[in-house]
């Protein structure tokens, strides 16, 4: 190879790269450097050999402006020297410089369309060689292969081939080869051989045969079918008469032809001068012969022009007739003697193949356009049949060809895209949350809190600036509804959870004491009448309801009185007691100290009092030694009523007491027991309290007098437009009498009776445009006389409120559809038939028998397609909507002379009888048979047929199972009184249904109505109502746990009847006990709403008296009271335990009574405070103050102060906040559930535990950052919604007595929370009104028949037939008459053609020949262990071959084999099996899993023995030939082997003989056992000889092997435990809980069915 060829090979374009060719050239350096290795080098030439080589890099991108083939691409190109490294381009040779550039396709993304890749089918799955070398000895699965196939890049519209690099550029190339199985080899698989045939003589010797025939086809190599038909000789009775070795047999049919001009010609020449002769006689009638003809030519000319669809030749056809020896050989027909032989020519019509036009141009795309993301459109094209074929086999090719295609250009606009509007929600409604419960209680006003809300869904065409639309509000006009089947998206939900807010209740303080008596307005101070006024304030503010504090009671209550005053004095304290003319003791006055207050008892300035009299100085006495002591005067008690009337006086008491008695002379003596107690009038003015009392507000009117405002504000975050008035009623009301003049009442208090509103904005009606009418059906279906409607539909978008204008306009409109225009129906118009056309005298005469002018021929006529009216249409119309085409030839007989001639049968008589009648139809002779006597014979040509009348008795019975429980549509059960939307679908009375079937006499199906039925038994049933699940009524609330600070109250529901039928389930209870709901808040409870009072000391009772009396140690007493405390003091005295019982102030006391002379102290004051926090270094004290100083003998004054440590929680406390748990989530009483709030309250708590008054920790100032209240969600319980049920569907199956119809229903609403949940039955179905079903039917073929003749081509022919079944695989169609199926096309097994009539071959005596196609095998896959390999299924059919000679066995053709595909198939397996044994052999076959015995298809290395006896055979006593094939011995003999291993002799195995006294047959145990089969003899003399025999003599064990069986089991098991027992550790005894018995509650165990 020269160096030249050698670099250009290296250098050829690729991605190799330099270093590739180096190494592709390293080999060969040194062939390339030995001088002369450049073959074309002359030897004195001085030429180097060339070191350096051109090397090119990969094809870059195509470039280029524009799309297509104008494209350039470039590559690298280097100068590389042979060991690879880059060198100077001038070092390689210029010339061979490859190009650096190309032009090239430039692809861009609209080619996508026009070029793809076009996938060649896989070729055959080829065996990987390195694999196929080592072949397992059982092949399991088969062997792996590769599959190649062949991939271009073309392009679609020319069907060219294009580049790969352009399909490259969308799609990388598909995979070129792939990996296959080669399954294992399957051999030919045949069935069983039949029965053996009958003999094919009746005398003499003949042959008999018997045929399989193939299951399977051998595939993937395997061997080939083995003969599929087995013969044996068979004899009977010699023969009488000899064998006749000859028979006639006629020759196919040759095509038909029509006769040549040539020869029409020639046999006009030669039959001219006979027609002269004729002529001559016939003179006469020759010109109206030829008016005769000249008639029937133009008639058929215009018949012609009528079918110019068909042309119809009538042309003949020949066969040829031959006498045949037995060998197959022909013979002179001399040989065959028969009277009559066999036709051999006939008339026939000429074979047309269909013809049809040119394709017609591709129509516009039906998609106009622009959308890459929605299906294709599609394009048609056309072409006509200008001829219809006529005799042939082939239908017509396809008249219309589809293709997807897509509109382009600048031109096409984009496709109208479609989405999702919805209208506003509804307002929000609570109650279909509601239970049956809630609903039952019918107080269903005001409900708020969780809610359900609804709105429509439509489909709209989405536009380019939708979202601008849908932003600006008032284009709100959307665009009409359209199809919701355009709008592919998901739909929006269409309901929705929402919250009504609950109105909080006004809450407010407890009334205030009753104040002064002060003027109405102390500015405006007029006349003497005032007012006392009480307050109270609100404490929580409402909302929701009619808002403002409309809703809260009224907060003043007023008291007219008499002398008011603005301002008044308030004694502050009293001073202390200054005797007169400062002496020591003795009377004086105390100095009281005052300030100024207003009439709300606030401090104000001195000033403001000045006309208030000033409270003058008290009288005292300071007590002088010796003097009577008395106590200081308690405060006044409260007033005992709060008014004052006829009956009632208020009263208040202050009292003091003795604390130390005067001396016996000189001193001042004690007052008497009156003196000590002082009673004073209180609360002085009248019973009459009065308040103004407001009315609700009004509505919001519009004020005109206020200018509206230019822009929209918001109130409570709804949009509002103008300003209004809202007015309320305000009266004065007296309590507990009613209303009085307003003049009691105070004015300038008096509550306002208008207030300002705003009012929302009007909102209009608001629709879209109607959508368009539906489409009216384009095509009429016979029978259809409803007359159809269209209609369209438009949707409110906001519903109007606020004033604004109402939706008048209707929503629906329907009309009647116009009768479509294309509403016609067409029928085949039938011509009279031509004349009968004989096969033409030139190709008859040399037939023997033949006359001129008579005989069978055929005859055609013309057909056309008429409207039902009678006008022309095109034979289109009829093809497609007329039926069947009419026979356009029919056979046809002209008479001959001998020929019998009849008319036509006349109609059948009508059936007037009775049942069993009889009706006839006729005909009779015409012309010249009458006279001739085979004519008269009735048997051959009867006149006369009868037939009995169809004898019609029906029964109706029923058929199939009920239908569901179903509901009258239309019509809903209302549960409860109440409809609620999606609720009471499913329950209440309804009916199911079962088919009736009628049947007559002969038990066909016929039509229901003729049983008088309309179709169906009903029967009512029940659908049972949901039922929910029910809950007492709340208790009323507990009592607060705590008397003092913050408690809990509790109060339940308890379960009263568990849910049933899926009715709504319990809320989880999670209670302890379960059967109970609970609801848990948080209470306070005031500590200072019971006090304890206390009334003063009395004096002190002396127990030891002194030497002098009245003075001394003793004991004094004091009442105390528990009582309820008001705002105006403590009033009424209550029981004991509702005040704190450790805080019980003392009843009694020990007590010193002072001497007269002694000192007197006053009552200790108050303790001071400890200081916090509580230390044991701190102390509090407290003191007392000297009252009377002693005399001169007296005893002095003690040190009045006492002092103790500070002992935390004994003197000295701290406090601290406690927060309680959250409470349960709590609703308002009108809501079922949504948002809810959790409380919690704040508690003061002292150090040692005890709840206290809240005000111990705000004096300390103890921070308090707790939220006491937060926000919680109680979840909705929404019931499932479903659909309506939507319409029945068509029936499943068009007739018979299955067919179901089903509706259906969807869920629009899952349930949530403690809904209704969803229930199962979600389907409906009914039995369909019963059918009967009608279809043609073939009958069986009829036998070969031959006509005049014994073999050879015949025809068979069969019936059609109309057939009636009740659509079940299991019923055998019944044949009726063919009116039933005149509406049901003529299509039978899916073929459209009706073949009544076929050739068929009938064999010659001695023939060998095929026996028909055996029927299809089933389908059968390609399996490996029932798993299918994916090569599809096969069925094959076979034609075994018949002898009937052995002669003529080498005129035999071959048995054929078909096979074809299938989709529906099976796996099969094939297992050898085998009889019992008898003996030594036994039958061993193969047998397919579906039980079908077969030859083949077992593997032939697993076939099981058929045989098995021993060799050589066992000749000794008591030997057996056994199982593996080798000699044993019988039970009860052992064997003797041979030093080879065969057996020598069986000896008897020793026996232990027991001596017994009588002779009994027992089953005593043995030492050895027997053959069961040997008969024992018993042997002689007194003892007997027993058996340890454990069989029965047959065979069987006998009972006491059992029993001994058993009996060791159980001792074995008892072994087993003991042991057991004994080795385990004993276990500690448990403790034993100490479990209280639980009181016994309603146990509610939270099962799901609640």
């Known amino acids: 190879m020269g160096l030249q060829a050698r670099r250009s090979a290296s250098g050829s374009p690729g991605a190799a790269g330099p270093r ?96 793809d890749w076009r996938l060649g089918p896989w070729n055959q799955c080829l065996p990987v060689i390195s694999k196929s070398l080592e072949k397992p000895l059982e092949c399991i699965k088969g062997e792996e292969g590769i599959q190649v196939r062949e991939i271009i890049c ?91 070795m000859y028979s006639l047999h006629v020759g196919p049919w040759s095509t038909c032809s029509m006769p040549h001009s040539r020869q029409v010609r020639q046999a006009r020449r030669r039959g001219k001068n006979k027609e002269r002769e004729k002529d001559r006689g016939k003179g006469v009638k020759d010109p109206e012969a030829r008016e005769l ?101 082939k239908d017509c090719p396809e008249l219309e060809e589809k293709e997807p295609c897509v509109s382009q250009g600048d031109a096409v606009a984009p496709c109208a895209t479609y989405g999702w509007r919805t209208t506003e929600w509804t307002e929000c409604r609570v109650d279909p949350l509601l239970s049956q419960q809630d609903k039952r209680r019918g107080n269903q006003t005001a409900l708020c809190g969780g809610g359900v809300q609804t709105r429509e869904v439509y489909c709209v065409q989405a536009e380019d600036n939708l979202l601008s639309r849908l932003n600006s509000q008032k284009d709100r006009e959307a665009s009409k509804p359209v199809d919701s089947k355009l709008c592919t998206g998901p739909v929006p939900n269409t309901t929705q959870l929402c919250h009504i807010p609950c109105p909080i209740e006004c809450e407010v303080s407890p009334w205030s004491a009753w104040g002064p008596c002060t003027y109405e307005n102390c500015n405006d101070q007029q006349g003497k009448k005032g007012f006392k006024l009480r307050k109270r304030r609100i404490t929580s503010e409402p909302t929701g309801g009619s808002g403002g504090t409309g809703n809260c009671p009224h907060l003043l209550e007023a008291i ?39 009439s709300d008892g606030e401090e104000v300035d001195r000033q403001l009092c000045r006309d208030a009299i000033f409270p003058i100085p ?121 209303q009085v003049g307003p003049k009691k009442c ?236 999606g609720d009471i679908k499913e329950c209440g009375q309804g009916y199911r249904y079962q088919a009736m079937a009628c049947y007559d006499q002969n038990g066909r199906l016929v039509e229901t109505s003729r049983c008088n039925s309309h179709g169906y038994i009903e029967e009512a049933c029940i659908m049972p109502c949901p039922s929910d699940c029910k809950l007492s009524e709340w208790s009323n609330w507990s009592r607060c746990s705590k008397s003092c600070g913050s408690g809990v109250k509790v109060r339940s529901k308890w379960l009263r009847e568990k849910p049933y039928n899926g009715g709504r389930p319990c809320p989880k209870l999670d209670h302890v006990n379960q059967a109970q709901v609970y609801e848990v808040v948080p209470c306070h409870s005031d500590c200072s709403q019971y006090i304890w009072v206390t009334e003063p000391w009395s004096v002190c009772k002396v127990t030891f008296v002194n030497m002098r009396e009245n003075c001394g140690e003793g004991v004094q007493t004091r009442k105390v009271r528990c009582m309820h405390n008001t705002a105006d003091g403590p009033s009424d005295h209550v029981d004991d335990y509702l005040c704190d019982p450790e805080e019980m102030p003392l009843g009694s006391r020990e007590c010193k009574l002072p001497c007269p002379e002694d000192c007197v102290i006053s009552e200790w004051g108050p303790w001071t405070r400890c200081t916090l926090p509580c230390n044991q270094s701190s102390f509090r004290q407290r003191s007392a103050d000297p009252i009377r100083q002693p005399a001169d003998e007296g005893r002095a004054c003690p040190d009045a102060v006492e002092k103790e440590p500070c002992n935390l929680n004994k003197n000295c406390f701290h406090y601290d906040y406690n927060v309680t748990d959250w409470s349960t989530c709590q609703l308002s009483e009108k809501a079922v559930c949504g948002n809810g709030i959790k409380t919690r309250m704040l508690d003061c708590v002292r150090s040692d535990g005890k709840s206290v008054d809240l005000k111990y920790c705000e004096e300390l100032g103890l921070e308090k950052n707790w939220q006491m209240n937060t926000s919680c969600m109680v979840e909705c319980p929404v019931n499932c919604q479903l659909s309506d049920w939507s319409p029945w569907s068509e029936c499943s199956q068009t007739c018979g007595l ?285 003892g007997r000889t027993w058996f340890l025999q454990p069989f029965g003599p047959d065979g069987r064990l006998k009972t006491w092997v059992y029993g001994v069986a058993a009996g060791a089991f159980v001792l074995l098991i008892f072994i087993i435990s003991m042991i057991y027992l004994a080795c385990k550790k004993p276990k500690k005894p448990q403790r034993r809980q100490n479990n209280r018995l639980k009181p016994l509650t309603l146990a509610y165990d939270g099962d799901a069915d609640m």
């Open 1298 to 1582: 299955t067919g179901k119809m089903i509706r259906r229903r969807t869920v629009t609403q899952p349930f949530q929370g403690d809904g209704r949940p969803c229930p199962a039955l979600m389907e409906q179905s009914k039995p369909c009104p019963v059918k009967p079903c009608y279809r043609w039917q073939y009958g069986q073929w009829s036998p070969c028949q031959v006509q005049d003749a014994q073999c050879g081509e015949g025809t068979r022919t069969r019936n059609v037939s109309c057939v009636v079944s009740d659509g079940s695989a299991e019923d055998f169609s019944k044949v009726v008459d063919e009116e039933f199926c005149t509406d049901i096309e003529p299509i039978i097994d899916g073929n459209k053609k009706m073949v009544l009539e076929e050739t068929c071959t009938q064999p010659c005596p001695g023939d060998c020949y095929l026996k028909d196609w055996s029927s299809w095998s089933l389908c059968q896959l390609t399996c490996v262990n029932g798993e299918d390999l994916g090569f599809g299924g096969i069925q094959v059919r076979s034609r075994a071959v018949i002898i009937q000679e052995l002669e003529n066995q080498h005129l035999c053709p071959e048995q054929l084999l078909e096979t074809k595909s299938c989709d529906d198939g099976q796996c099969y397996e094939y297992k050898w099996m085998a009889s019992a044994w008898k003996g030594s052999s036994r039958t061993v076959w193969c047998q397919r899993s579906d039980g079908v015995n077969v030859t083949g298809g077992c593997l032939v290395v697993r076939q099981p023995d058929a045989d098995r006896s021993c060799n050589p055979p066992c000749s000794q006593p008591h030997s057996y030939c056994s199982e593996t094939r080798t000699c044993s011995c019988e039970e009860g003999y052992t064997e003797v082997m041979s030093s080879n291993g065969t057996l020598e002799q069986c000896t008897l195995i020793p026996v232990v003989v027991i001596p017994t006294m009588e002779d009994k047959r027992g089953d005593v145990k043995t030492s050895r056992a027997v053959h069961p089969t040997q008969p024992s003899s018993s042997p002689t003399g007194r």
């Open 154 to 244: 073309i392009q679609k519209e020319k069907d060219i081939p294009a580049e790969d690099i352009i399909c490259e550029y969308f799609e990388p190339k598909p995979l070129l080869e792939q990996a296959c199985l080669i399954p294992c080899q399957q051999d030919c698989i045949v069935s069983e051989f039949s029965a053996w045939s009958e003999c094919s003589k009746t005398c003499g010797s003949g042959l008999q045969h018997r045929t399989r025939h193939v299951v399977a086809p051998p595939q993937f190599g395997g061997s080939g079918c083995p003969n599929l038909t087995e013969f044996q000789v068979c004899r009977s009775n010699p023969c009488e008469a000899e064998e006749s």
């Open 560 to 598: 007219p009185c008499e002398e008011p005053s603005c301002y008044d004095w308030k004694a502050v304290r009293l001073g202390d007691c200054e005797p007169d003319n400062g002496k020591e003791c003795g009377p004086g006055t105390q100095v009281q100290e005052v300030v100024c207050i207003n």
């Open 293 to 393: 003809i000249k008639k029937k030519r133009n008639r058929n000319r215009q018949n012609r022009q009528e079918n110019k669809y068909w042309d119809i030749q009538i042309g003949y056809q020949t066969r040829e007739v031959m006498c045949a020896n037995k060998t197959g050989k022909a013979a002179d027909l001399s040989f065959c003697q028969q009277e009559k032989l066999p036709m051999t020519f006939q008339s026939c019509v000429i074979t047309k193949e269909c013809q049809v036009s040119e394709w017609s141009e591709w129509s516009p795309c039906s998609k106009t356009c622009h959308n890459m993301a929605s299906p294709k459109g599609a394009r048609v094209r056309t072409r006509s049949i200008r001829q219809f074929p006529i005799g042939s086999d």
């Open 746 to 981: 105070p004015e300038s208090l008096r509550p306002e009776t208008v207030r300002p509103c705003l009012l929302p904005c009007r909102k209009d009606c608001i629709m879209t445009p109607y959508s368009d009418w539906t489409p009216c059906p384009s095509s009429c279906k016979e029978g259809d006389s409803v007359v159809k409607k269209q209609s369209r539909h438009r949707v409110i978008i906001q519903l109007p409120a606020n004033g604004g204008r109402d939706c008048t306009d209707p929503l629906y409109e329907e009309k009647a559809c116009e009768a479509p225009q294309g509403c016609q129906s067409y029928r085949w118009k039938t011509h009279k038939w031509r004349r009968c056309q004989l096969v033409p005298w030139s190709v008859q005469q040399d037939s023997p028998g033949a006359q001129e002018g008579c005989g069978p021929g055929r005859q055609a006529r013309a057909i056309t397609c008429r409207k039902q009216d009678g006008g022309q249409a095109s034979i289109h119309e009829c093809l497609q909507y007329a039926g069947p085409v009419p026979a356009l030839t029919q056979a046809c007989q002209i008479p001959c002379q001998e020929d019998c001639q009849f008319t036509s049968w006349s109609k059948f008589s009508s059936c007037n009888g009775d049942c069993g009648a009889v009706r006839t139809r006729k005909r009779t002779i015409v012309g010249k048979s009458k006279k001739k006597e085979k004519c008269k014979n009735s048997h051959f040509y009867p006149l006369i047929e009868t037939q009995y009348c169809p004898c019609d008795k029906y029964n109706a019975q029923p058929v199939g199972n009920w239908s569901d429980c179903i509901l009258p549509e239309g019509k809903v059960e209302v549960l409860l009184g109440m409809k609620v939307q």
């Open 20 to 115: 590739r060719g180096v190494l592709q050239l390293l080999p060969l350096l040194p062939l390339l450097l030995r001088p002369g290795a450049c073959g074309a080098a002359a030897p004195g030439e001085a030429e180097a050999p060339t070191l350096y080589l051109w090397k090119t890099g990969p094809w870059g991108r195509c470039m280029g402006d524009e799309c297509g083939p104008g494209g350039i691409q470039t590559r690298a190109v280097w100068c590389a020297h042979v060991e690879g490294w880059t060198t100077l381009h001038t070092n390689c040779k210029q010339a061979e410089r490859p190009n650096n550039q190309q032009n090239c396709f430039k692809v861009c993304d609209w080619h996508k369309e026009l070029y």
């Open 618 to 738: 008290v009288a005292c006495d300071a007590p002088c030694p010796k003097d009577c002591v008395l106590s200081t005067w308690s405060t006044w008690s409260s007033c005992s009523h709060t008014c004052s009337g006829k009956t009632t006086e208020g009263k208040q008491i202050r009292a003091r007491s003795i604390l130390a008695y005067a001396g016996e002379e000189g001193g001042v003596h004690c007052p008497n027991s009156s003196a000590l107690q002082e009673v004073r009038s209180c609360n002085e003015h009248p019973c009459t309290v009065y308040h103004w009392q407001t009315g609700p507000w009004g509505q919001c009117i519009e004020d005109t007098s206020v200018s509206s405002f230019n822009t929209t504000t918001t109130w409570n975050g709804e949009a509002s437009c103008s300003v209004g008035m809202q007015t309320r009623k305000v009266i004065c009301v007296r309590v507990n009498v009613g």
